[in-house]
């Protein structure tokens, strides 16, 4: 049994936590860092590395374990291990706060803030299920899986009550707050580099071509035509297929394989947690 499988803290099917944890949600990471660094405040706090151990251009590989490790912990963790890595990550956030001469104030503890980034990293998770699973999924799935998404916001400094109510209400305040962000001359170029895999080495740097083509793939319109990686209609629809032919390969692969970069997030947090060593 996986460490995903053996989870008990999600209270989801077996099969719709490996939907959610599959390897195919790396292909949307891209575009959700971008949705998530549009919102200026957390796109000028991340852009500017106050923190640099904890910078994706210093420290490509720690940053995408943690992000990868907080997303295992949030949807599958126990508490025990949810509380533990939030103070791990509070401890850096404590440090992510704009001076004051900044044109874009921020303070990674606002709640404001930890709201929106978790609240795109649920779009993005519907993302990955429209291509894992694109006959849907049954209401009551989706909505038990809304609910208990709340734990991406929670895990961290989000009030359950900060969570909307229900699905129809999440979609409302999440599309009325995406309408008003662009991109500036701040997190612009930052974000070419993280389509672009410029932190990365070679050869995942010559991946960049897919990496900017998924970014757009998956990206809201106005937010690709900014970053200058919208998609035809064509490239749309030849992504979209190879996409869920990539779904369904992977559906026939092993458990363990197929869920491969958060089975080993987790397994390497629990070990940490077990060992006292340090979680980021």
């Known amino acids: 049994m996986t460490p995903l ?28 860092v971008v949705l998530q660094l549009a919102h200026p405040a957390v796109g000028h706090a991340v852009a500017s590395e106050p923190v640099p151990a904890g910078s994706l251009r210093t420290h490509p590989w720690r940053r995408t374990r943690t992000t990868l490790a907080y ?5 599958v963790g126990s508490d025990a291990e949810c509380r533990a890595l939030a103070r791990a990550i509070t401890a850096e956030h404590r440090r992510v706060r704009s001076g004051p001469d900044a044109p874009v104030p921020y303070d990674a503890l606002d709640p404001a803030l930890q709201l929106w980034v978790a609240s795109c990293l649920y779009r993005g998770a519907c ?16 909505d038990a899986l809304y609910h208990h998404a709340a734990r991406l916001g929670t895990c961290l400094q989000v009030p359950r009550a900060a969570w909307p109510v229900d699905r129809a209400a999440f979609d409302r305040a999440f599309d009325a707050q995406l309408a008003g962000l662009h991109l500036d001359a701040v997190t612009r ?5 993280v389509v672009s895999l410029a932190a ?3 050869p995942l740097r010559a991946a960049a071509p897919l990496s900017r083509a998924l970014a757009g793939y998956f990206l809201p319109a ?5 970053l200058g990686v919208e998609l035809g209609d064509a490239s749309r629809r030849r992504i979209g297929r190879v996409l869920r032919l990539v779904a369904r390969a992977q559906r026939r692969l092993p ?26």
Request: aromatic letters at 6%.
């Open 200 to 202: 990365f080495g070679w």
């Open 127 to 142: 993302d990955v299920l429209d291509v894992v699973r694109p006959e849907g999924l049954p209401e009551a799935q989706r």
């Open 255 to 280: 458990s363990a394989l197929r869920t491969l970069p958060f089975t080993w997030v987790l397994a390497d947090l629990r070990r940490r947690l077990r060992r006292g060593r340090p979680l980021l």
């Open 222 to 226: 106005h937010l690709g035509s900014e």
């Open 71 to 75: 997303l295992a912990v949030a949807l």
């Open 5 to 32: 499988r053996d989870a008990s803290g999600s209270g989801l099917a077996p099969d719709l936590v490996e939907d959610l944890l599959s390897g195919l949600v790396l292909a949307a990471a891209g575009a959700n």
């Open 189 to 193: 170029p930052y974000l070419h580099e």
